[in-house]
């Protein structure tokens, strides 16, 4: 006879319909969740007779010379930050540099403090962090829930935090929670052991009848089940989701420049509900969506190619960011040249 019932499995299921299927994962992990998507590359080629490729501007900036510091582009990892600095992690020898106007910093490990600054890039287990181990300074735990801190302001207690991101300038949050569920994550773990251990299906059958009846008792107790669906928590004023949008949504921080976008489907739209962009579904989730500061324009990019919705299409690219330059916002990408045996970056009005 198969186990009556899972109690992890209630939390993880709450935890689930926060998340969308993680669709979209954000930019957070140089190591393993940023990569080079360029189309063809074998830096251990002659590069230097290779042609200039079709993503190759003629006012690009300088990032970072190859040959200069003996590293071959194929190997690096390379993330951004809202300030502009670039953070290159060359993975043959364990190494970081850090790119800012043409000067570079460099070689760093890991332990160094400049590199530190980089914190949500440079975690390697970051995929698997929860929210508040991702974010210790805006999330603390109160006994078995959980307070946000952000701006001044203290947002809980809740029994979960789902999906948490911060706008670029990091001066907005947004948070799926759930104010209560039934049983901690310890106690769900304590239970399935108890149930796992019974000697005897009856035994495992009375237990989960047990467990079943107290979280029915503190369901009731902590506001019934409306008190376990996600809701939005958020301080950009005006913010209106309802709360079956928020089940099979995930928060974006990453579309449109220090802006929170919500994500539903086939659909992105800002935190007051208002519909900013529909595409297909596979589109959304295979790659990265860029929206224009007025929504006029949006960018797609998959596999080294990034397509503009003015009928603009790039190719050979690495890296795509929006970049923030006296004022106005850009679209900016990478790309290797071979002429110059270097990345170079081109900036795109957006």
Do not use: W
Not at 296 to 322: C, M, V, W
Not at 330 to 340: G, I, Q
């Amino acid at each position: 006879m198969k186990r009556i019932i899972s109690i992890s499995l209630v939390i993880l299921l709450a935890a689930n319909t926060l998340s969308y299927s993680q669709a979209g994962k954000f930019l957070r992990n140089v190591k393993n969740a940023v990569q080079q998507e360029i189309l063809g590359n074998s830096a251990k080629e002659n590069t230097q007779t290779a042609p200039e490729p079709p993503s190759a501007c003629s006012d690009a900036e300088l990032i970072m010379e190859m040959g200069k510091y003996k590293i071959d582009y194929s190997e690096l990892n390379i993330a951004v930050l809202s300030d502009g600095r670039i953070l290159l992690y060359d993975k043959l020898s364990d190494s970081y540099y850090i790119s800012k106007s043409g000067v570079i910093e460099g070689p760093m490990k890991e332990n160094d403090q400049r590199v530190k600054q980089f914190r949500d890039l440079v975690n390697s287990e970051e995929e698997n962090l929860k929210p508040e181990e991702k974010y210790p300074e805006y999330i603390k735990r109160q006994g078995d829930k959980f307070l946000i801190s952000f701006g001044g302001k203290t947002y809980g207690p809740f029994g979960l935090v789902g999906n948490f991101v911060i706008s670029s300038q990091r001066d907005k949050f947004a948070a799926t929670v759930v104010e209560n569920i039934p049983v901690s994550e310890s106690e769900g773990k304590k239970m399935d052991a108890a149930i796992e251990n019974a000697k005897t299906e009856a035994e495992k059958m009375q237990l989960a009848m047990q467990y079943a009846q107290m979280m029915q008792e503190r369901i009731a107790a902590g506001g019934g089940t409306q008190a376990m669906l996600p809701k939005l928590v958020t301080n950009i004023p005006g913010a209106a989701i309802n709360d079956a949008t928020i089940i099979n949504s995930v928060l974006k921080a990453d579309m449109k420049y220090n802006e929170i976008l919500i994500v539903s489907e086939n659909t992105v739209s800002d935190l007051k509900g208002k519909p900013l962009l529909t595409l297909d579904f596979a589109t959304l989730s295979a790659g990265k969506v860029f929206i224009s500061s007025d929504n006029k324009l949006y960018a797609t990019y998959t596999y080294g190619t990034l397509t503009i919705s003015d009928g603009r299409k790039i190719q050979e690219l690495f890296n795509p960011h929006l970049l923030p330059v006296n004022g106005k916002i850009y679209l900016a990408y990478m790309y290797f040249s071979p002429k110059r045996n270097a990345i170079m970056r081109c900036s795109l009005p957006f």
